[in-house]
């Protein structure tokens, strides 16, 4: 381990309190990019304007989009703590638009797979979801799509199959992997 990466090591596990895990791992080869991305995650992840319902909502639909077993693995769970419903996952997982969504959740549903399909989501779509999170709301999911999206390259790249983790935690196998 290079110095760089030691001080990165270090770093990480001050803000995190763990050892790398996941795509940080894999990160760890670019000790400055690590201590960026732990930055960034750190706020997405519990400082954004979305409350963990949503950013985790998000967080799912960007790790199907981008066919990431691990960080669904990883996220599903913590998603149905947050309140996301089961049957929302399992459309999500299964490649449909979940059904019976909240206000909220059904903008930001639009707006993220705009995000993730699009250069630029239509107007009303993002007017939508700037009138059912906020500015601030909207700017924060971005942020969670494009960070996820790097972890999700990073572990898709880095990791190939063993980024696919065996547990589903009551999830089904997402159709990204059928």
Not at 27 to 54: D, H, I, M, T, W
Not at 132 to 140: N, P
Not at 159 to 175: I, L
């Amino acid at each position: 381990m290079t110095p760089a990466q030691q001080q990165a090591l270090d770093e990480f596990r001050r803000l995190r309190g763990t050892d790398p895990f996941g795509p940080f791992v894999a990160l760890l080869k670019s000790p400055e990019l690590l201590n960026k991305v732990s930055a960034l995650g750190e706020y997405l992840r519990y400082r954004s304007a979305l409350p963990p319902r949503l950013s985790e909502f998000v967080i799912l639909i960007t790790a199907a989009h981008w066919h990431q077993q691990y960080e669904w693995d990883l996220h599903a769970p913590i998603a149905l703590k947050a309140g996301v419903a089961q049957s929302t996952l399992d459309a999500l997982a299964s490649g449909q638009r979940p059904d019976g969504l909240a206000e909220d959740e059904a903008s930001l549903y639009e707006f993220c797979r705009a995000v993730h399909d699009r250069t630029r989501p239509p107007e009303a779509v993002h007017g939508r979801a700037i009138r059912a999170v906020g500015e601030q709301g909207v700017i924060d999911a971005i942020g969670i799509c494009g960070y996820y999206a790097l972890l999700a390259m990073v572990l898709n790249v880095e990791n190939g199959p063993a980024a696919r983790s065996e547990v589903s935690h009551r999830c089904p196998t997402p159709w990204f992997l059928t």
